[in-house]
């Protein structure tokens, strides 16, 4: 059973960083995809950040040069991780991690059976 949980995320100004984390469970390292997502309110979700089982790494044009997705398998534990730098307001939103077996689009949401709660980033002006 796949779980995936997301911490993180709060308040910070723009310009500022924060760094979310996915801890996962129930999935093997080298077979699954995983992704950053976020959703505001009254937008659509929006697929932020990919990386592929072959480590292959997808950004979004609005966080492209901002914002850096990796991953850590330490002690047989995964987590997905977000660097986000100079964070503006438009980048408000809930956070989500997604992962699945067989992605061939790293920012489409359909893509992803498995998903986290989220975490709420809010970016001050």
């Known amino acids: 059973q796949v779980q995936l949980v997301e911490s993180g995320g709060g308040p910070v100004q723009a310009g500022g960083s924060l760094r979310l984390s996915c801890a996962a469970s129930g999935l093997t390292y080298s077979t699954y995809a995983m992704a950053w997502f976020r959703q505001a309110p009254g937008k659509e979700r929006e697929g932020v950040a990919g990386?592929?089982?072959?480590?292959?790494?997808?950004?979004s044009d609005s966080v492209k040069g901002r914002f850096t997705i990796s991953q850590d398998n330490a002690k047989n534990t995964l987590t997905l991780y977000l660097q986000m730098n100079s964070l503006q307001p438009e980048d408000t939103a809930m956070y989500y991690c997604?992962?699945?077996?067989?992605?061939?689009?790293?920012?489409?949401?359909?893509?992803?059976?498995?998903w986290g709660q989220g975490t709420q980033v809010t970016v001050s002006s």
């Open positions: 997604a992962a699945d077996r067989d992605v061939w689009f790293l920012l489409v949401g359909a893509q992803y059976t498995y």
């Open positions: 990386i592929d089982s072959d480590g292959n790494i997808k950004y």
